[in-house]
């Protein structure tokens, strides 16, 4: 487990223009472990202070998985109640620190998201993705839920198409489903065309007002004010029911497919 958990990258680059790219990774998918979830909070918290930075991308290495959502061996490990918060708390401070960033962040989602990884994806600004882009939030199928991810997952998709991928947590649904339901902006066939896609974007975004976007970005997250202590207390949710037996057992199984 302590190899896994310690495995995994955040890399950051800016170019001239004043647009920071943000990349994580990890051997298993992508998957978040608590390192990685801190490391990618506090990076764009500190990107979003500097004043050299326009406009921030965020992406995952790879090509096939763009997050697998939260680390099975970390999960599993967990044994006690502040352990637990402590861990769904690293993907509410990534979503906060989205939420929080005066910024813009464009999302680049290459392939398949799960859980926390959708959270990730509904935490940017502005999405896009590849064919290959499928989502499913999987937590209720291992004995938790996603209580953490749902609030910025509800805020893209609406509460019906939240519930749906909620509830069906076994159902893979296409990038042109969640398209159609606002958490991707447009779709492409290729990694490359949406890569060009994106330069494009982001470099009309590096050029505009920041002050603008800043205002802009306010009015986007209007109503997700109390955030900081709803996803605290979402995260005490999820590490009291990873600890149950139920889920536990629910979690060794899905390990063992």
């Not at 990258?9 to 943000?22: C, D, P, Q, R």
């Not at 906060?96 to 989602?109: D, F, Q, W």
């Not at 209720?140 to 910025?152: D, K, M, N, R, T």
């Not at 997250?221 to 979402?234: A, F, M, P, T, V």
Request: with cysteine; net charge negative; aromatic share 8%.
């Amino acid at each position: 487990m302590t190899e896994a958990v310690d495995q995994g990258h955040v890399n950051v680059s800016t170019n001239e223009a004043g647009i920071a790219t943000i990349e994580f990774g990890h051997p298993l998918s992508n998957s978040l472990p608590g390192k990685i979830l801190q490391k990618l909070a506090e990076t764009i918290t500190s990107l979003g202070k500097d004043d050299s930075v326009a406009v921030i991308i965020l992406k995952s290495a790879g090509e096939r998985a763009f997050c697998a959502g939260a680390s099975f061996d970390e999960l599993i490990s967990i044994n006690d109640l502040e352990t637990g918060r402590i861990f769904f708390s690293g993907f509410a401070n990534v979503i906060n620190a989205c939420r929080k960033c005066p910024k813009l962040i464009i999302g680049r989602v290459q392939g398949k998201a799960v859980g926390g990884g959708v959270g990730v994806a509904s935490a940017v600004d502005y999405c896009y993705a590849t064919k290959f882009a499928d989502v499913k939030l999987s937590e209720l199928a291992v004995g938790i839920g996603p209580f953490v991810v749902g609030p910025a997952v509800e805020r893209k998709l609406g509460r019906s198409a939240m519930s749906q991928l909620a509830i069906n947590a076994t159902e893979w649904r296409s990038a042109n489903w969640a398209k159609e339901n606002g958490l991707y902006a447009e779709i492409f066939e290729s990694a490359q065309a949406m890569d060009e896609q994106i330069d494009v974007l982001a470099n009309k975004l590096a050029k505009s007002n920041p002050e603008a976007m800043r205002l802009l970005k306010q009015i986007f997250w209007e109503g997700s004010e109390n955030w900081d202590e709803l996803l605290k207390e979402r995260a005490a949710m999820s590490g009291e029911l990873v600890l149950s037996e139920f889920t536990v057992n629910a979690i060794n199984a899905f390990k063992k497919k």
